[in-house]
């Protein structure tokens, strides 16, 4: 058996999503700057997207700026807020993911910005009092304050109405990268009072290389890329039409489906979670997953074995598609900073599971079986 548990990587995409792709590609080839019938086509079709995508958060079309996923748009947003909104101090968490962590401390080391990171708690959330004190601290200064709802390695989420409050008193900017949790929550950026979130279409069964930044109607950015007037002159280069209208059909089965797909999928962490703990002693979970946590994330801390350095491999070989999170379990030469951050045990190997509406019970029967198995042969 072939089982998929790395979604929180990327989705396969649906197939419904697929075939509203592929007529655009056969058919609305015009360039949407073009003034022609065959532009005006597809600036009609990104147009409709763009209401279309602004409805689902409670936006305004010209809130939403489409990018080439989360990495540029957290981008954008950090370094337009340095370049353009006066922004003299980033508030962050050292467990954000690195297209804010590593913007943030480039922009430190040119001299730009105060760097200030936020501590987290012994479950993984970030400090909301800490926060406070920062912001409290630091009043005088231009802030932009960017902490991402769900962590995607633990799955811990952020109160995002509470911080966007708090940053509003302080009078501070805040940007969330919302690239787990879109597609899987309802946003309502009206009512959260946010200045910037993102979205990756792969994130929930679109499209790789589509993505938005949403930008509060009263904050104003330049692009960081230039060379043309597309996306109302925030972002040069010529439309993603293709995945504009793959991303937009992600979010309406997204939406459409929602309450299913969430009971589901949470059922399944939920059987995982208990399974794991009735059958492998010793087991334990990073972050808080029994808690506020993204139903799509599960980080799972194992017991010392002799194939620590192989037990990534080890699910690959029997067929279960994982990812690691500390140095030992992932092949990589850098441990997770997410589980540096929280004070995880680094000694032991950890690997996340990440759930979508595609798996399913038989599927995490047959992992539990590969971890059984793998732990049952070096008992």
Do not use: W
Not at 18 to 34: H, K, R, T, V, Y
Not at 112 to 118: I, N
Not at 191 to 213: E, R, S, V, W, Y
Not at 291 to 309: A, C, H, I, K, R
């Amino acid at each position: 058996m072939k089982v998929y548990l790395d979604n929180a990587a990327t989705t396969p995409m649906d197939k419904e999503v697929i075939d509203a792709m592929l007529p655009i590609m056969e058919n609305n080839f015009g360039n949407p700057s073009s003034v022609h019938s065959f532009g005006r086509s597809s600036r009609a079709i990104i147009e409709k997207s763009r209401k279309q995508v602004a409805t689902y958060i409670n936006a305004a079309p010209g809130e939403i700026f489409f990018t080439s996923g989360g990495t540029e748009a957290d981008n954008m947003v950090l370094r337009g807020a340095v370049n353009d909104l006066g922004v003299t101090h980033i508030i962050t968490s050292s467990a954000e993911h690195h297209a804010v962590i590593d913007t943030a401390e480039i922009l430190e080391k040119q001299g730009r910005v105060k760097l200030s990171l936020v501590k987290h708690d012994e479950k993984g959330y970030v400090n909301i009092i800490h926060l406070k004190e920062l912001l409290e601290e630091n009043k005088g200064d231009k802030i932009l304050v960017s902490l991402m709802h769900a962590n995607n390695e633990i799955g811990n989420k952020l109160p995002l109405k509470k911080v966007a409050t708090l940053c509003k008193e302080y009078g501070a900017f805040f940007h969330s990268d919302t690239v787990q949790t879109m597609g899987h929550y309802t946003f309502d950026v009206r009512d959260l009072g946010i200045d910037f979130i993102t979205c990756a279409a792969h994130k929930f069964h679109g499209p790789k290389g589509i993505g938005f930044l949403f930008v509060n109607q009263d904050v104003q950015l330049k692009p960081i890329i230039t060379g043309g007037a597309q996306e109302r002159n925030v972002r040069a280069g010529t439309e993603n039409i293709i995945g504009i209208v793959g991303l937009t059909k992600a979010m309406e089965i997204a939406y459409r489906d929602l309450e299913q797909h969430q009971k589901h999928i949470q059922n399944l962490k939920t059987y995982m979670i208990d399974q794991l703990e009735k059958t492998i002693p010793g087991v334990g979970f990073n972050g808080d997953p029994k808690g506020d946590s993204l139903y799509t994330v599960l980080n799972v801390n194992f017991p010392n074995s002799d194939m620590d350095e192989m037990l990534l491999y080890n699910f690959d070989i029997d067929g279960v598609a994982v990812s690691g999170g500390s140095a030992c379990s992932s092949g990589s030469t850098v441990a997770s900073h997410v589980l540096k951050t929280i004070g995880a045990d680094m000694s032991k190997p950890s690997l996340r599971f990440s759930f979508s509406k595609y798996n399913t019970k038989e599927e995490i029967d047959y992992t539990l079986e590969v971890v059984k198995n793998l732990f049952t042969a070096v008992a």
